[in-house]
Structure formats: C-alpha cells, structure tokens
C-alpha cells in the first residue's frame, strides 16, 4: 500500500499523528487537508534520513526500545507490510513468551561457545542495571556480539536468562503496551494506522517508507 492508498484510509486523529512525526503545529488541520498535505509531504516522509532521525529512542527504557523493534520486524516481515491488531499483538506475545520458555532449556545454548556466553552474560547484566543501556554499552555489546559469533535473538535468550525480558521480572509486554507501542510508531511516522479501510482496520508500513524503515530500525538500538 502506498502513502496515497493508506492515508486515503485514515481518520483525522490518524492523520495527525502522522503530521506530528514531522510537523510542530499546534493547530491541526482537518481531515481532507490532512491527507493532501501527508501527500504532498510525502518526499520528507521516505526520505532514510529523515526515517533514521524519527526512529531514534532517546531516554526510554530498554524494554520500550525492544517492543518497538520487534513492532518494526512483525510489520516488515508481514505480506505487503500490513497486519490487524490482535495479529500483531498476538505475534509480539508469543515471540516473547518463546523466548522465555527456550532460555530455560538446556539446550538453549547447546551448540554456543560456553566463554563467550559468560562473558556476554556478565556485560549485558552490568548494562541492564539501571534499565537504560548506555551509548557505550550498546557499541561495546553490538562488537562483542560479532566477536564472539553470537546473534541479536541470543541476546534475547540471554536476557531472558537474566530475568530481564523483556521487561524485569520476565514480564512480557501487555497489550496495552502493545498498542501504545504502535501509537508511538505512528507519531514516528513509521507505521499508519488505516482504520478505515474496506477490509478491516491495518497497521502498515507504506511502500515508500519501507526501504528507510528497513534500514533505520537498528537505530532503535543505537539511541541512548
């Protein structure tokens, strides 16, 4: 679906806060305004450096940053880009919770460097201390993590075997989160929300804003 098509299904509170993920104006305008000027917008939109600005999560919690990622990899890896809710809160639950389950087993790490997942182990429970991983500390796990052979979903597994995912505790995300995390990506202007739509309501990524969303969603890991 392209920007055109999606906005075509959208209503005004929609529309807005798509205005707002590159927009300061107090006053919105109305619906059908809206929609051209989205359209007309729609260069500063798909543009990858404007998308690697908006998708920086600066000062939130780890767990914030993790749910907004695996909301980017859900919609990415989905037909056309476009799913309903329940699917993708559903496919966010059960990633997390299969995570949690396999970092109890053992043989989680069977075929996996013992070393080299102490080491990252130890340095990922320093940074989760505070629940804000730092700059530094998301560069030094990235380079270990490519160091030592070890993938962002062993990380995952890791965490969860720290008791920390995705949130303190294993809690997984709630489907409150869920949809506050997709509100979030909205006022990003990353996903558009087309509630409106003939088929059903659909979050999508829009045609054009897919090759920069594809690119810009690991600098949801690399914002402090």
């Known amino acids: 679906m392209r920007i055109e098509e999606a906005v075509d299904c959208m209503s005004k509170i929609n529309l807005h806060r ?33 998308i690697d600005k908006r998708m920086k999560f600066s000062g939130v919690s780890f767990d914030t940053k993790a749910l907004a990622f695996f909301l980017m990899e859900t919609l990415l890896g989905a037909d056309q880009c476009q799913l309903d809710e329940q699917t993708i809160i559903a496919s966010i639950i059960d990633y997390e919770k299969r995570i949690i389950a396999e970092a109890t087993s053992p043989e ?14 130890t340095v990922l429970e320093v940074a ?30 890791i965490q969860a075997s720290l008791n920390k ?37 659909v979050y999508v990524i829009p045609e054009e804003i897919v ?3 594809v690119a810009s969603r690991w600098s949801i890991w690399q914002s402090g």
């Open 18 to 50: 798509i205005l707002d993920s590159y927009t300061k104006d107090t006053l919105k305008p109305d619906e059908a305004t809206s929609r051209k000027r989205i359209i007309s917008d729609r260069d500063i939109l798909q543009n990858t450096e404007n």
């Open 108 to 121: 989680a790490f069977k075929y996996k460097n013992a070393d080299a997942i102490n080491t990252y182990k």
């Open 128 to 157: 989760l201390e505070d629940d804000v991983i730092s700059e530094d500390e998301k560069r030094l796990l990235a380079k270990l993590r490519a160091y030592v052979g070890l993938s962002l979903n062993d990380h995952h597994l």
């Open 165 to 201: 995912f995705p949130k303190a505790g294993n809690d997984i995300h709630t489907e409150k989160e869920i949809k506050n995390g997709l509100v979030d990506l909205q006022r990003r202007g990353a996903v558009f929300y087309c509630n409106q739509c003939s088929g059903g309501p």
């Open 211 to 213: 090759p920069g969303a």
